[in-house]
């Protein structure tokens, strides 16, 4: 939790951005019947009944310092989809970057392995040399900020049914480019000091 809370502190260097990092599954939904539209005193009307089309996976990456996000949609979220993302982000968002700073949870498929699973191992090496990586604790996902990002996504673009990948992929690239244009950021308030008086229970007692 200390190490993440550091992270924290770091002022904004373009050298080093700090990125956050998490995931979610969205349950795609199809409609039955065609939905009647709104009208002059008469809401939109949806049947009760639904299709399931199957699950999507989100990828977010977030930096809060520079109110940056990108949201990648992928069928599945396995050790390859997520080495794949995480290339992107470096090759692509941030080729210049001496190191990118990725504070993620500690999901199995979110480890070095996982690069070394998906490229050879000289490429899957020069990535690595590009991460600094920190994990948020066990049951401490709260101390990611991608995850209030990705619960601001949830409420504002993915409350709805959302019957296949593609629609999912154009709706929250609207979502995502409005929120960039925005330059819409997030500053971390909680610190070492406030976690050592309000978590004292979390930590070893030295009491005789």
């Given at each position: ?11 904004f260097?373009p ?24 009208a ?59 190191k990118?700073?990725?504070v993620?949870?500690n ?11 998906a ?25 990611n900020?991608?995850?209030s ?6 409420r504002?673009?993915?409350?709805r049914?959302i ?21 819409t ?15 004292a ?8």
């Open positions: 939790m200390e190490d993440v809370l550091e992270v924290y502190t770091r002022p260097d050298r080093r951005p700090q990125v956050c990092m998490d995931e979610l599954s969205k349950q795609l939904v199809g409609e039955t019947r065609t939905p009647c539209p709104a002059p005193g008469q809401p939109a009307r949806y049947d009760y009944e639904y299709i399931r089309e199957g699950v999507a996976n989100l990828f977010i990456f977030f930096e809060p310092l520079a109110g940056w996000r990108e949201v990648k949609v992928t069928e599945q979220r396995t050790r390859v989809d997520w080495a794949l993302a995480v290339r992107e982000l470096v090759d692509v968002h941030y080729p210049q970057a001496e990118v700073v990725l993620l949870d999901l199995n498929t979110h480890s070095i392995g996982s690069l070394y699973e490229f050879p191992p000289a490429e899957a090496r020069r990535l690595v040399e590009k991460l600094e990586l920190h994990y948020t604790p066990k049951h401490g996902s709260w101390l900020m991608a995850e990002e990705l619960s601001i996504l949830a504002q673009c993915l409350d049914r019957p296949n990948p593609e629609h999912l992929g154009h709706e929250v690239a609207a979502w995502q480019a409005e929120r960039n244009q925005a330059q950021a997030m500053h971390w308030r909680f610190t070492t000091a406030d976690a050592r008086i309000r978590l229970r979390l930590y070893p007692s030295l009491e005789p």
